[in-house]
């Protein structure tokens, strides 16, 4: 004869084997925000022996809460976007939340099929890693308008948006300061383009370490694209100049990278002709030749506070605090060495 099948477990069977009440497992379920850690990893360990399954479905109707974030991201393949992302599910993840991702490509249709699971009640709110506010085009809305938001990466141009990022200004000062330091004085700043904020704050850093008596002529901001081809291009153009600089700060690792490859291609030596610096410290970073001097962001710790501060947000616990930046880290391997002595006649 066969044994009949196992009661499924119960509330009262997870609140037994944790030692805790039915109302504290209820607790940190619903609201794990609002229970003790150590509680709450006993429920959590009480659950997965027991195999209870909460009727989450149920409950998230009743509150109105679908326990799901979304996160809106330019492009899955930028390679800080996986560091981001751990700290964004992390937090997530401890406070019973879950990550939605949406890539835009850039692209204003896409952003707008991304928003509709806004309007069916299936996310409570929004990381924004794009710069801009949801459907871009429309900066004039009112900020209630969107759903609970907070920019991670990017600013928006909406001070009402929180927002969580490296100190940019600050990176970039210690970035520039450190080629100042090994003697180089005429220093480049290959940007993005002109419509990026943060090439901008960026811009403002190298500014800020130009030390007195440094190049501080306008001919040494290049615009690139954030590419290594742009990098790339952007000392094509210089080097039509009748005067070089000995060193590059460039927005990202990757205009970095095209910029050492181009100095190569003309038979230079990096750092013994050009020292370069970037900024971000992508995996690549370590293992190009030379190896890649450049300011690491803490890209898991952004992901874990912008998340954070959406979710204390949502449970009625946040702050006014409208900004949190965090320190860059000055990473030094190869590509920067002293400057080179000038050439007699």
């Known amino acids: 004869m066969q044994s009949p099948p196992p009661k499924p477990a119960t509330i009262e069977d997870v609140a037994k084997l944790a030692g805790v009440s039915i109302a504290t497992v209820s607790r940190a379920i619903r609201t794990p925000e609002k229970v003790a850690e150590s509680t709450r990893k006993r ?38 976007f996986p560091g981001i992302l751990i700290g964004l599910e ?39 890693l794009t710069g801009h506010l949801p459907v ?16 991670a990466t990017r600013p928006v141009t909406r001070s009402e948006v ?13 970035a520039t300061e450190y080629l100042v330091s090994l003697g180089h004085r005429k220093i480049a700043y290959v940007a993005s383009s ?10 403002e850093g190298y500014r800020h370490g ?27 153009r210089l080097f039509i100049k009748d005067t070089l600089p000995t060193a590059f700060f460039c927005f990202n690792d990757d205009t970095a990278i095209g ?15 050009f020292s370069v610096i970037g900024f971000d410290d992508i995996p690549f970073a370590n293992n190009i030749t030379p190896a890649l001097t450049t300011i690491r962001q803490p890209r898991t710790k952004i992901g874990e506070h ?39 006649d």
């Open 43 to 80: 429920v959590t360990a009480a659950i997965a022996r027991t195999g209870y399954t909460a009727n989450a479905m149920a409950q998230n109707l009743r509150m109105r809460r679908s326990r799901m974030v979304m996160v809106l991201t330019p492009s899955i393949a930028d390679p800080n």
């Open 90 to 128: 992390k937090a997530a993840n401890e406070r019973g939340y879950a990550v939605l991702i949406g890539n835009t490509d850039g692209s204003i249709s896409l952003e707008e099929n991304h928003l509709r699971f806004l309007s069916a009640g299936m996310v409570d709110g929004l990381i924004l």
């Open 136 to 151: 871009a085009g429309q900066p004039e809305s009112p900020i209630n308008a969107f759903p609970p938001m907070i920019a």
């Open 162 to 174: 929180t927002y969580v990022g490296v100190d940019d200004v600050a990176a970039a000062k210690m």
């Open 194 to 203: 002109t419509t990026d904020p943060v090439s901008d704050l960026r811009s």
């Open 210 to 236: 130009l030390a007195e008596g440094a190049n501080t002529l306008e001919e040494w901001i290049i615009e690139g694209d954030g590419s290594s081809e742009g990098g790339r291009a952007a000392v094509e």
């Open 259 to 273: 910029v050492i490859g181009a100095l190569q291609l003309r038979g230079y030596s990096v750092p013994k002709d």
């Open 306 to 344: 912008a998340m954070e501060f959406l979710l204390d947000g949502l449970a009625g616990t946040g702050t006014s605090q409208k900004e949190k930046l965090l320190h860059g880290d000055l990473v030094v391997r190869e590509s920067c060495g002293p400057a080179p002595l000038p050439q007699k």
